[in-house]
């Protein structure tokens, strides 16, 4: 069992290993949720809609796969906030009145969108905090290793420097949102790898993960540090690659360093065919909504022994501890593993990818309509 503290705030992460016992090691409160059949209400709200992966991947994997286990009797009320915490706690409380069976709630801030929590804990609905950590007396919560996410970014980082990386070599961190709490991991494991590596030269947490914001903070950062002089940048996800390749192409520059980036977009795999983006952390999508969605299933169901089975991680929220958790692991998506990647899982087709001004670059890179 794997046993982690997460913090809203800038601080670090703490990470500790301890050991598990049965399924009754990790034992869930089903008090929440009566016992139901297949005609169930699975409650989802989704936090922006700047990373299109929420629209095309997680709303429709999750709403596939609770009619699956359902036999198409359950359904997905989704709801979308578009990085208004204020509108989501709205959405949070709509659910309440319509009193949905359970709730995948992927929050905007996540301190606050607490007092939601409570009430729907109060209203009898259990709060699976799905993607991001949420306050309050959440139920459960299931993401990626956060903290490994931003480890393999940084170590891919210092692998694209090579091997005479060193101090002297000035990096740009773009960071996510501060309102996020994964953000706040990604940091912190791309810190484990980077500090005393190279000089950080500048460092931003990005507003509401806005790619235009990354931009300007870029054009920033290159206006101080000079643009010949940034070796690197680690941004934490493929829309604030995007924004950082922008400011970097309007300063000038030809032969951009190496950027990474999160989440395996398309329009990120195409730069990485093209050698403008370095790398992604895939996260499998399809993977973590399937098991959200069973988690949420089994959950309105009352399967205490079924949910306990998925949950065996745990995860201390700065206002509770011991959350019943599921962690999904993450890869770097580089040029050399697309086909064992997003092509593999379904996300994407060569033909996706390969769009017909890349021909040349997918057919060195070996993929192929």
Known sequence: MRRIAISVATTTLSVSLVGCGGLDAVRSSDDA????????????????????QYEQFHYPVIKAEVA????????????????DAGEQSRQLQQMINEQVDVILLDPVDAHAIAGGVKKAKKAGIAVIAYDRLAEGPIDAYITFDNELVGEIQGRSLLEALGEDAGVPDKIVMMNGSPTDPNAQQFKAGALLTLDGKVTIAKSFDTVDWKPQTAEKNMTEAIKEIGKNNIKAVYAANDGLAGGVIEALKTAGVTDLPPITGQDAELAAVQRIVTGEQYMSAYKPYPQEAELAAEMAVTK??????????????????????GIPSHLVPVV??????????????GMYTPSDICVPQLAAE????GLKK
């Open 33 to 52: 949720s009566p016992t139901k059949g297949d005609d169930i209400t699975v409650g989802l709200l989704l936090p922006e809609k700047s990373n299109p």
């Open 68 to 83: 699956s286990l359902t036999h198409g009797q359950g359904r997905v009320e989704y709801v979308n906030a578009d990085a």
């Open 300 to 321: 309105a169901q009352g399967k205490g022994i079924q949910f306990d089975a998925l949950t065996r991680d745990k995860v201390d929220s700065p206002t509770h501890k």
């Open 332 to 345: 770097a998506l580089t040029k050399d593993n697309i086909k064992d990647t997003v092509i593999r899982d």
């Open 362 to 365: 997918c057919a060195a890179t």
